[in-house]
Nanobody, 121 residues
Framework: QVQLVESGGGLVPPGGSLRLSCTAY????????IGWFRQAPGKESEGVSC????????HYTDSVKGRFTISRDNAKNTVSLQMNSLKPEDTAVYYC??????????????WGQGTQVTVSS
């Protein structure tokens, strides 16, 4: 079985921080590209960040550059998204996804169920 499980979402005031985690079960995340996506109500799904196989490349959408950081912890089989200086516009359901091809943007085969991030005062 393969499974991705997101955690770490919640309610945070503007300017606050959250750390999202994406943990894999049944496979080793290091061999996959892992992307974080988000979808706000009424909006298109948006790619937020991605880390490629073996950490060769990382990517961030412009709106989160300098605020979000993606990283791997192979010992925990987890990819995290550290989100700082959060804005109300960051409010969305956040999903992680794994690409077997190992490259960001090449297609994601497995998806987690999502975790809600709400930035509000």
């Amino acid at each position: 079985q393969v499974q991705l499980v997101e955690s770490g979402g919640g309610l945070v005031p503007p300017g606050g921080s959250l750390r999202l985690s994406c943990t894999a079960y049944g496979f080793t995340l290091d061999y996959y590209a892992i992307g974080w996506f988000r979808q706000a109500p009424g909006k298109e799904s948006e790619g937020v960040s991605c880390i490629s196989k073996s950490d060769a490349n990382t990517h961030y959408t412009d709106s989160v550059k300098g605020r979000f950081t993606i990283s791997r912890d192979n010992a925990k089989n987890t990819v995290s998204l550290q989100m700082n200086s959060l804005k109300p516009e960051d409010t969305a359901v956040y999903y992680c996804a794994a690409a077997t091809g190992g490259l960001c943007g090449w297609g994601y085969d497995y998806w987690g169920q999502g975790t809600q991030v709400t930035v509000s005062s």
